[in-house]
């Protein structure tokens, strides 16, 4: 039996921002590069000797996911209230391409 899996979160729109199309993609690349930082620096791929136990070190990681979710969820505000993008549709789409491909049922 395949049981269908999902992780929901639900994130606010930045009340105290005025993100722009431009100043979201440079923020969600500035937050992956920290993620990527993250794990690099767990799996010692920065030169460093680990400093950090497991535990502490998937911590961060999470946290840095956390930072790119919610960039993410800001550029989608953007698209919505500045491009009219309808991302229910956009999502929609999504998924029925993920089934295609084989990824999920």
Known sequence: MNEKV?????????????PSLESTALK????SGELAQAIGKFRGLNGEALRVEEAEAMQMVAKELMDVAQTAVTMMFVLEEHYGIDLNEILTSHLSKLKDKGYCD
Request: aromatic share 0%; proline share 6%; hydrophobic share 35%.
């Open 6 to 18: 999902t992780k929901t979160i639900t994130l606010p729109r930045l009340n105290r921002l005025n």
């Open 28 to 31: 969600i690349m500035e937050e």
